[in-house]
Structures are given as C-alpha cells and as structure tokens.
C-alpha cells in the first residue's frame, strides 16, 4: 500500500511539472512601440483629416503611410510633414489596420484635441468684424454628426461650437474623421453647465434660439443678424426642458411628410444655412 502510494505520488508530480512547463511556456512578443503610441495618442485617419492637421500646425508625432499608396496622391502630405519635421513611415498595410479604420492608407498619432474658452470664441467673431454666430449641442451623443455639424460650421463660418462635459460626444479621432479636417479649423468649448453658459451669453448680448416642432415661427423667418447661439437638441430627446425655457426665440421646422423629425446634423446645417443667407444679404 504504501509502495502504491509513493507511486502515485510521483505520477501526479511529473503530471504537476508537464501542466506547470506548458503554463508557462514563452508567449509571443508584441510590438511594445506601437501599443504605447496606440494608448497616449489620438488617431487620426484618411487623406483630408491628416491634411488639414497639418495645414492647421496640429501637433503631429508621427505619420504613417500605407505601402502601395500613389505617391502623387500624398506628396503633399509627405512635404508638409517633413517641413514640420514630422516622422513618416511607409509601413505594410496590414500594420495601419491595427491603428484605425477607414484610413485610406494614412493614419497620423496626434496629441490629445485641445478645447477653447468662451472668450476664444467671441474673440474669432472680433477678428471677423462680424456679429457672434455660434452652435450649442444639447447632449449630441453621435460623433458622426458633432463631425457632420462641424463640417457645416466650417462651411458657412459659425464661430465656435459649444458643447457639455457630461452625457456628450467630445473630440475625438471618429468626429475628426467625420469632420473631414473641420475639427482644425473650428473652436469647441466644453463646459460643465450648459444652462449656466447660456445665461452668460446673454449677459454678453447674445441672443438664444432653439428648434420646437410646437414653435411659434418658421425657422425662415428668424432675424439672422442679431448676434447668435443656436441650440441643437439631442438624437433622442431634442433640446431639454430647462434650456428650452431660456430660448429668446422658438423655431419650427415645416415637415410635410411622415416622419416628425430630421437628424439632429441635418437639422443644424438648415439653421446655420439660413443664418449665413440672410447675413450674406444684409451685408450686400
């Protein structure tokens, strides 16, 4: 018996060392460059996005370019990158993938978007000579249309966008992407209460208008010449309660059809569209 048991204990022994060796058996090696450069830098990706970063002096670490891509198509790029003395490498394809989607066979790790202050804001409209014309975003969650309503923003020469910290879509490699470079060229402000910013503004002799399927007036009709803040509700909800009490002017949208609302981007490029005709007209 005791024989037996020796036995058996030097069987699970050697079961014990096969199980803890094959444990602890040498795990493949991962690129430890590019998971750091992953995690402290924002990506951003596609031909225009990268463009206009550069264009604008963005911060840019490094850039990556696929192999196989024309070079004629990114020449430019290439010239501006190293102009700012920005590393480019041409790497597999298959390597940008791991960085980013949709990339074109460009991706460039960038520092962290920095936001502006309320005061930046109305100083772009100073240096324009123009009445202050800017968007505030109730809790836009979708970072395909904060990108989609900066691109438009960009178009027709809004200010600056304002937007809350909590329970909405910030600055990031997606609206970037989306914003096909807009996010270089328009100021955001990111403030804790967006109910407090607005008293503020108009303090500061900003009038405040919102959309309401219940408001009094054809978004036609609005006096685009005032200086002025726009808000744009949520996907969701639309503009809250609290903020729509504070509106100095209620917008309607005519619908005919069936649907009873338009996408919170679609909706924004009317109002700005409108705003930057009339101010076009009052201006000759």
Known sequence: MAERTQRDRKQQGRKFQERKTHEIKPQPQVEQVEQSEETTNEMIAGK?????????????????????????????????AKERGVLVQFVPKQKIDKLADNHQ????????????????????????????????????????????????????????????KRRAV????????????????????????????????????????????KGSQDYRKMDATLPLALIIGSEGKGMSRLLKDKCDFLY????????????ASVAAALLMYEVYRKRQEANG
């Open 48 to 80: 225009n996005p990268v463009l206009e970063a550069l264009r604008a002096g963005r911060e840019i670490n490094k850039l990556w370019i696929a192999e196989g891509v024309k070079k004629s198509g990114v020449q430019e790029l290439i010239d501006l």
């Open 105 to 164: 066979g460009i991706v460039a790790a960038v520092a962290a978007y920095d936001y502006a202050e309320l005061d930046d804001l109305f100083n772009v409209a100073q240096a324009k000579n123009e009445d202050p014309f800017f968007i505030i975003l109730d809790e836009l969650e979708d970072p395909h249309n904060l990108g989609s309503i900066m691109r438009t923003a960009d178009a027709i020469g809004v200010h600056g966008i304002i937007i809350p």
């Open 170 to 213: 910030g600055l990031t490699a997606v609206v970037a992407k989306a914003s096909t470079g807009a996010i270089e060229h328009v100021p955001v402000v990111r403030v804790t209460n967006l109910a407090q910013t607005v008293d503020e503004l108009k303090e500061r002799g900003v009038w405040i208008a919102g959309t309401d399927a």
């Open 252 to 263: 309607n949208l005519p619908m005919i059809g069936h649907v009873t609302s338009l996408n």
